[in-house]
């Protein structure tokens, strides 16, 4: 029966877009009202230096977060690896390890910033005046850090098992429990920003008490008391997948450590002091948060869509979904810019009064600051689209440019040179040559499209095929893995040798199989398995292309041990098969001279050029190996048979192992 295409590939992409985004939208915009509603309660009961303390104390918070959100989703991500290799076992140690090493990291983290944070806050900017409530603030704050951490990592994990609506609740309850806190703490009780404080921990711990119990719900693995035992390796994996979210949340704290001082330094030189500019400020940008939320929203929202049809070949749609995110998104900044040039005055009223200078500083906050913030319906969409299709690199270039590239250094150049406005207008210079970067990257990338387009028929057709009859000559079930050098000659070998077993390759056919598990496509299958790069460690996205196809690939190759007897060619096959029964994993290697003789012999590349590419593209197997199974490509205890095909040639290199399993299992000649 064929098999019915997924509505990513059907649905009206308008429809799709709305259902994706809407629930994205919600949760991200209620995450960010968690930080406001504070400092809306804290500007109202205390005054804008308590709003000033918030602002000093965020950067640890982020701190917290960057090591919940690398953990949560690197947890999330070896889950979902794990299932898709149908080990739930490793899966359960892996969300065992996950929840162990958060809460180890999160009680650790919330010890030393207790004891240090005199020292920290100042080195977050903090004044003489700001000071006390700053410490009152995050002497309390910092008792949170493991409730926060917890409930961040486990809400990953809620959503990895399918089931978002749960971890949805659990963060809107949270918030809910703030804002109801928040005002009875301040203004009944009479506590200032202690009680603030106190609301926002209470709120956190009732996010986490409500995912913890989830514990026991789990549906795809079963989480037994064993699980929770620390094992180094699976945590640095976890680790390492989760390592891009840790970078980005980092150079949020290294713009706010930049910005905070800066901002000290040139407000201490201007008739505002530098309490109104650390305040404002931090104001202003908590506000902008609610409108990327939105825009971040509606991306996130698309990326299934987008990265479905991209992988589908159906470029159209990828370019009219990546049109409604834009268009979406500039409607969205062009009316949240016509709010922040017209009433800056009504909205920074909302955290409460100020002087003459403080309302003076807030509208100029806004109008310059923010003067280009109806580029954000470009700018933050460009790298979740590339995210989406799988351009890891460009994606990273967007997200880190403007904060570290463009931002930093300009506040350190204005402000020096400017003062105060010469720092205010860094966030319009940091907008504009980001949103250039974005433009150029797109346009150059719909221009592929196009092309692509066009040309959708071209694919090129597998070198190497299974004959036409396949008679089995084995008694019983065996599995034949092919691990190889490139120009080793290990792809004809394999073929050679699953003719004279009489069973089927499976190689270039085995995109075909991964084609009709996932709908993609097949020249986007053969461009994204097997690479890893430097750039996948600082994507957005903690499951990146080639994790969601290696999920694929090893439930097709398990599938495949299940039905029949077959020889398959890479794909660390030897590694998902590890636990089977009859399986044998072959590697073939060969010498560099010889490598590049076959490769300029049979593949039609230069002999100068022929060395680069041997090297990098065995560079590229050895990382994507690495990376999904913790073990060295090529190393003998990975392999039962490793055969050198200089030695004897590929075709006796066949009869060698055909021989050699013949003694092994017994053969029908």
Request: overall charge neutral.
């Amino acid at each position: 029966m064929e098999k019915k295409e997924n509505i990513l590939g059907t649905e009206k992409v308008g429809k799709l877009i709305r259902k994706f985004s809407i629930p994205c939208i919600i949760s991200m915009v209620v995450n960010a009202l968690y930080n406001i509603v504070d400092q809306i309660f804290i500007g109202q009961g205390v005054g804008y230096l308590g709003n000033g303390a918030t602002n000093i104390i965020f950067p640890l918070t982020v701190i917290a977060m960057s090591f919940a959100l690398m953990i949560g989703d690197g947890t999330s991500a070896f889950l979902s690896l794990k299932l898709g290799e149908k080990k739930e076992k490793e899966a359960a140690k892996g969300v065992g390890n996950g929840i162990l090493i958060s809460s180890i990291i999160a009680i650790l983290l919330s010890i030393i910033s207790f004891i240090f944070l005199p020292n920290l806050i100042g080195l977050f900017g903090c004044t003489d005046d700001i000071r006390p409530y700053a410490l009152e603030y995050g002497y309390i704050i910092t008792i949170g850090f493991p409730f926060l951490t917890i409930g961040m990592v486990l809400n990953g994990l809620i959503r990895a098992d399918g089931n978002p609506r749960y971890a949805m609740i659990s963060m809107i309850a949270g918030a809910i429990l703030n804002t109801i806190l928040d005002p009875l703490f301040i203004f009944v009780l009479g506590w200032g920003v202690k009680g603030a404080a106190i609301a926002t921990i209470l709120s956190q711990f009732a996010t986490a008490i409500l995912n913890i119990i989830y514990i026991r719900k789990f549906k795809s693995i079963k989480l037994t008391r064993e699980v929770f035992k620390l094992n180094i390796k699976i945590a640095l994996k976890l680790c390492a997948l989760g390592i891009s979210s840790f970078i980005n949340q980092i150079s949020i704290v290294i713009v706010i450590a930049v910005e905070n001082n800066m901002l000290k330094m040139t407000g201490e030189n201007s008739k505002f002091g530098p309490n109104i500019p650390l305040t404002v400020l931090g104001i202003v940008m908590k506000i902008s948060q609610i409108l990327t939320s939105i825009i971040i929203g509606i991306a996130v929202g698309a990326q299934p869509v987008i990265g479905y049809n991209y992988g589908a070949r159906k470029f159209e749609r990828v370019k009219l979904a990546l049109k409604y995110v834009l268009g979406a998104g500039t409607v969205v900044s062009i009316i949240a810019f016509i709010l922040f040039q017209t009433i800056p005055d009504k909205l920074i009223s909302l955290f409460g009064e100020g002087d003459e200078l403080y309302n003076e500083f807030a509208c100029m906050a806004f109008r310059i600051y923010l003067m280009l913030a109806l580029l954000y319906g470009i700018e933050f969409p460009a790298g979740i689209f590339f995210q989406a299709i799988g351009k890891s690199t460009k994606s990273a270039i967007i997200s880190l440019s403007r904060q570290l590239l463009f931002l930093v250094p300009a506040m350190i150049v204005l402000g020096n040179i400017f003062g105060i406005d010469g720092l205010l207008f860094s966030g319009p210079f940091a907008d504009s040559t980001g949103t250039i970067i974005c433009v150029v990257l797109l346009l150059f990338e719909v221009r592929k499209l196009g092309k692509k387009s066009n040309n959708i028929e071209e694919i090129k057709e597998p070198v190497i095929e299974n004959t036409e009859e396949v008679v089995n000559k084995l008694d019983k079930k065996l599995v034949i893995t092919i691990s190889r050098e490139y120009g080793s000659g290990g792809r004809y070998i394999a073929k050679l040798l699953a003719e004279k077993l009489g069973i089927k390759l499976y190689d270039k056919e085995f995109i075909e199989k991964v084609k009709e598990e996932t709908g993609l496509a097949k020249e986007y299958i053969e461009e994204t398995e097997q690479k890893r790069t430097i750039s996948d460690f600082i994507n957005d996205n903690a499951m990146t292309s080639g994790d969601e196809l290696f999920v694929a690939e090893s439930k097709v190759i398990n599938e495949l041990y299940e039905k029949e007897s077959c020889v398959i060619v890479g794909r660390c096959a030897d590694f998902v098969l590890k636990d089977k029964e009859n399986v044998v994993n072959v590697f073939i290697y060969n010498s560099l001279e010889d490598k590049i003789n076959r490769v300029v012999k049979y593949y039609d590349i230069k002999e100068k050029d022929a060395e680069k590419q041997i090297k990098n593209i065995n560079k590229q197997r050895a990382n994507h190996y690495k990376h999904y199974t913790g073990q060295e490509w090529g190393k003998l205890d990975n392999y039962d048979i490793c055969i050198n095909s200089d030695f004897l040639g590929v075709e006796e290199s066949a009869n060698v192992l055909f021989n050699m399993i013949d003694n092994k299992e017994k053969v029908n000649k």
